[in-house]
């Protein structure tokens, strides 16, 4: 399927009318976006997972960063299913599943994930408040030091 205009017009009406059912986890510089993974609520059991990352900024860890941020917030927030669709042509987001051990089943050359997600532990909540906290500290650095960052003045 081509991503046209009129696609993505649909999926942010989509988005726009049931934010409750939507979030976004986003990796940015001081330049603008790196890329972004897109949470979406199928049910209250099943998540599913739309991950982009801008193609300069492949192969640094951004999506493999993504996704596990991702499957910790579904999981601490009690999903316990996941899935991804991958088209036959991306074959980054298959290497990502894979080396993420997301159980995937091929059909006509595209991937499709459907994982148990485990149940939120001591581990993965931890994991995500030290996220947060990372994240929190970072931007505090950014805002203290602007001035001093050639690339971002």
Not at 64 to 92: F, M, P
Not at 106 to 131: C, F, I, K, N
Request: proline share 1%.
């Amino acid at each position: 399927m081509a991503v046209t205009d009129e696609y993505i017009d649909h999926l942010v009406a989509r988005i726009v009318a049931n934010t409750d059912q939507h979030t976004f986890l986003v990796s940015y510089n001081c330049t603008g976006w790196l890329g972004v993974l897109h949470i979406a609520q199928v049910s209250d059991a099943v998540v599913e997972f739309g991950l982009s990352v801008y193609e300069e900024y492949r192969n640094f860890g951004i999506g493999s960063d993504l996704l596990t941020e991702g499957i910790t917030w579904a999981r601490n927030r009690g999903y316990t299913q996941l899935y991804l669709h991958c088209v036959k042509w991306n074959t980054a987001m298959a290497h990502l599943a894979s080396k993420h051990d997301l159980t995937m089943t091929h059909q006509d050359g595209d991937v499709d994930v459907m994982t148990r997600l485990a149940p939120p532990s001591w581990y993965s909540l931890q994991q995500e408040t030290a996220d947060v906290n990372r994240r929190i500290f970072h931007l505090w650095l950014n805002r203290t030091f602007f001035s001093f960052q050639e690339s971002c003045a």
